[in-house]
């Protein structure tokens, strides 16, 4: 089966889907996910199994039951938070909405290039703003381990002015950058194409769902360019993530 085929096929077990599916059902689905590419959904559909029930059958071999068992604590906020809040909402998938085909290195056309593009960027990135921002991410993961240590570094990355710090140490140096070739400012058209097809993914699935509550879960550097994106949308507002995070 290809992948649009899974795909296709995941569409329609989902139309059709019980509201207690048996374990038979959750162990085809999640073969089924892993087959379209959807590794994280299929690790939903297999952590809301009862613990004898993950097992081979169903359209699940020992290689994927395998696969699946590897990653249940696999260190990656999308296994560790989102997929246990799917599973423990009630929820039947994630929706992966980080795009990388703006990816393309096409403008430097020899090692010399990128490593030219390497060199012009790592030297934008040596500025005050952003020794302070790496300042105060160390202390952050000093403490992760502590009572509120996690809590704590999502508090930070999501505070009020933190995007105007992403942007001087960032973006925004990158754009200074003074090569002729204009390394940084292909490297700031790159990150805003990557937004814009997330923000395109994201207001895709909530066009699908109207009246759908999406929280998404993605890099803080990414998340003032699809805020000032999403909301030029007519249908969709945005929540205070103040609010969720206290």
Same mark, same amino acid.
């Given at each position: 089966?290809?992948?649009?085929?899974?795909?296709?096929?995941?569409?329609?077990?989902?139309?059709?889907?019980?509201?207690?599916?048996?374990? &038979?059902?959750?162990?085809?689905?999640?073969?089924?996910?892993?087959?379209?590419?959807?590794?994280?959904?299929?690790?939903?559909?297999?952590?809301?199994?009862?613990?004898?029930?993950?097992?081979?059958?169903?359209?699940?071999?020992?290689?994927?039951?395998?696969?699946?068992?590897?990653?249940?604590?696999?260190?990656?906020?999308?296994?560790?938070?989102?997929?246990?809040?799917?599973?423990?909402?009630?929820?039947?998938?994630?929706?992966?909405?980080?795009?990388?085909?703006?990816?393309?290195?096409?403008?430097?056309?020899?090692?010399?290039?990128?490593?030219?593009?390497?060199?012009?960027?790592?030297?934008?990135?040596?500025?005050?703003?952003?020794?302070?921002?790496?300042?105060?991410?160390?202390?952050?993961?000093?403490?992760?381990?502590?009572?509120?240590?996690? +809590?704590? +570094?999502?508090?930070?990355?999501?505070?009020?002015?933190?995007?105007?710090?992403?942007?001087?140490?960032?973006?925004?140096?990158?754009?200074?950058?003074?090569?002729?070739?204009?390394?940084?400012?292909?490297?700031?058209?790159?990150?805003?194409?990557?937004?814009?097809?997330?923000?395109?993914?994201?207001?895709?699935?909530?066009?699908?769902?109207?009246?759908?509550?999406?929280?998404?879960?993605?890099?803080?550097?990414?998340?003032?360019? +699809?805020?000032?994106?999403?909301? &030029?949308?007519?249908?969709?507002?945005?929540?205070?993530v103040e609010a969720l995070l206290h």
């Amino acid at each position: 089966m290809d992948v649009a085929s899974a795909t296709a096929e995941v569409e329609r077990a989902l139309a059709d889907w019980p509201a207690e599916p048996g374990p &038979q059902r959750r162990r085809h689905l999640a073969a089924l996910f892993l087959a379209a590419g959807d590794p994280a959904s299929a690790m939903v559909q297999w952590l809301s199994l009862p613990g004898p029930e993950r097992h081979a059958g169903d359209g699940l071999d020992d290689p994927l039951v395998t696969q699946l068992r590897q990653g249940e604590n696999k260190r990656d906020e999308t296994v560790l938070v989102a997929v246990r809040l799917a599973v423990r909402l009630g929820l039947q998938r994630v929706w992966p909405v980080d795009d990388h085909t703006a990816d393309s290195d096409t403008p430097l056309d020899t090692p010399g290039d990128a490593r030219a593009y390497g060199a012009a960027l790592s030297a934008a990135w040596q500025n005050p703003a952003n020794r302070e921002r790496a300042t105060q991410e160390a202390r952050l993961i000093a403490d992760i381990d502590g009572p509120d240590g996690v +809590l704590a +570094l999502y508090r930070a990355l999501n505070a009020p002015g933190m995007g105007m710090v992403v942007y001087q140490s960032d973006f925004g140096a990158a754009l200074r950058e003074p090569s002729p070739q204009g390394y940084g400012r292909q490297y700031v058209g790159y990150w805003e194409t990557r937004n814009l097809r997330i923000a395109a993914n994201i207001r895709e699935i909530v066009g699908q769902h109207p009246g759908m509550r999406l929280m998404s879960l993605i890099g803080a550097s990414h998340r003032p360019y +699809l805020e000032a994106y999403l909301d &030029q949308m007519h249908d969709v507002s945005l929540d205070d993530v103040e609010a969720l995070l206290h």
